[in-house]
DNA sequence: TCAAAAGTGTTCTCCCTACACCCATGG
DNA sequence: CCATGGGTGTAGGGAGAACACTTTTGA
């Protein structure tokens, strides 16, 4: 780089900011991460999540949506900030802090538009070796995330909108790491009344139909407003 | 600023980097919060919260507690990165993104060291306006407190090592905003077994004398790693 | 007729909740 | 002797956990 292209100034040094994006989506068995092949130096060749550098006129989390849009072309149904690493020493190139979010898609609305980026789905475990910390990222990433089921009905952000008890029994197992039973966990569904049965009906194996369900989002806000704390 | 001072350069530019501390103590009724007044510009003269630029040498965890201990000689029994704030105009000299920590003190232990700084502590239902976004931050600090006292015991690292059941009992209530019934929160801790009963007495007030307890932290940790879940 | 998956109900236990009495002390 | 606050016990209800049978369908 030469002295004329380093055009912004300062008085004291300044590091770099970038965003970076955990993408969870579901595929109705597994849990998955999307990651990106990174092209340039360093880590060229290696995985990574999508992100890059925050504009001087954005937000982070209008940067992370952009970088997500643009090097994925998703729309999550769920984002939201988790934490900042600011090890000095995490990139090789300069001092460059990551501002990282947990993003959550609904992957069956998106499948097949990956673009022509490189951007591959992972079964949450069989990740390949991460760029920078990026592995570091992940672990927390999921932590934060099995942190954050327990409470708030995100999980149903990884589903499409119709869905059989089991699909969504399996996505909270795979997120958790546990097994429930089966009659207890729809009992436990049906109690919180924060599902719509609907009357359509799918063959999700050759052996007998299930019931779909949607999630209902007002029945939700409403017992959250009377103090109400979901569990699972 | 002349020219020949700014002599950090770069390709691109880069915003500065902050670090600040929302710090909680408990003085035995309320729940008060830190501030330090501000000297310089912008915001000479109103309360913010203590922090300042990051070094290129040292991760965002390390400046916290260096600015911490610069401004306020505290050691905090506790502290949390919670959240990065990067709205481009919240800083009005450039742009600044600021990384923010939770932290806690043991309040009876520091008492008077305040040192020379204009530091002062403030009940969380008085606070002052305070500069830059720092209101939304404490917003944001407390209700992260109050989330994380739920499930993590937290709350002890506002005590001192010795306390009745009273003073743990309004610690929780003012932090929480709820009130407990008396006998179902005592039955409540001595079932959770984290306390070490002491042979020791106070007299908090004239009326009688009150037994002091412990936290014990080799039977909490037990606990957490056969699966167990603190909850108030 | 058999295998596989969906759908549903009961019992037991434990924890949370509401609630009342006794005791020690200082005024 | 009375007001104040510390210390403890009990009964009832609700939610989670363990657990089994029936139904439907394709092979």
């Given at each position: 780089?030469?002295?004329?292209?380093?055009?912004?100034?300062?008085?004291?040094?300044?590091?770099?900011?970038?965003?970076?994006?955990?993408?969870?989506?579901?595929?109705?068995?597994?849990l998955?991460?999307?990651?990106?092949?990174?092209?340039?130096?360093?880590?060229?060749?290696?995985?990574?999540?999508?992100?890059?550098?925050?504009?001087?006129?954005?937000?982070?989390?209008?940067?992370?949506?952009?970088?997500?849009?643009?090097?994925?072309?998703?729309?999550?149904?769920?984002?939201?900030?988790?934490?900042?690493?600011?090890?000095?020493?995490?990139?090789?190139?300069?001092?460059?802090?990551?501002?990282?979010?947990l993003?959550?898609?609904?992957?069956?609305?998106?499948?097949?538009?990956?673009?022509?980026?490189?951007?591959?789905?992972?079964?949450?475990?069989?990740?390949?070796?991460?760029?920078?910390?990026?592995?570091?990222?992940?672990r927390d990433a999921l932590a934060r995330l099995r942190e954050r089921i327990h409470?708030?009905?995100i999980g149903?952000?990884?589903?499409?909108?119709?869905?059989?008890?089991?699909?969504?029994?399996?996505?909270y197992?795979s997120i958790l790491g546990i097994?429930?039973?089966?009659?207890?966990?729809?009992?436990?569904?049906?109690?919180?009344?924060?599902?719509?049965?609907?009357?359509?009906?799918?063959?999700?194996?050759?052996?007998?139909?299930?019931?779909?369900?949607?999630?209902?989002?007002?029945?939700?806000?409403?017992?959250?407003?009377?103090?109400?704390?979901?569990?699972f």
């Amino acid at each position: 780089m030469t002295m004329e292209e380093k055009r912004y100034c300062y008085r004291y040094p300044h590091p770099a900011v970038t965003t970076d994006c955990v993408i969870f989506g579901f595929d109705g068995s597994r849990l998955n991460v999307l990651l990106v092949k990174r092209g340039g130096e360093p880590y060229s060749g290696w995985w990574a999540f999508p992100g890059g550098f925050i504009r001087m006129d954005e937000s982070a989390d209008e940067g992370a949506l952009r970088e997500l849009c643009e090097e994925t072309q998703l729309k999550p149904s769920y984002i939201e900030q988790f934490h900042t690493y600011s090890e000095p020493l995490r990139d090789p190139r300069e001092r460059v802090i990551t501002i990282a979010y947990l993003a959550l898609v609904k992957i069956q609305e998106v499948k097949g538009g990956d673009d022509a980026k490189e951007a591959q789905w992972f079964p949450i475990d069989h990740i390949p070796h991460l760029a920078f910390d990026h592995d570091v990222i992940l672990r927390d990433a999921l932590a934060r995330l099995r942190e954050r089921i327990h409470f708030h009905p995100i999980g149903f952000e990884l589903l499409p909108d119709k869905f059989t008890l089991r699909e969504l029994q399996t996505l909270y197992e795979s997120i958790l790491g546990i097994r429930f039973d089966r009659r207890n966990f729809a009992k436990k569904m049906h109690h919180l009344d924060i599902l719509n049965q609907l009357d359509e009906t799918v063959w999700p194996t050759p052996k007998r139909e299930a019931t779909l369900y949607s999630f209902n989002i007002e029945k939700y806000n409403e017992l959250k407003q009377r103090g109400f704390r979901l569990e699972f």
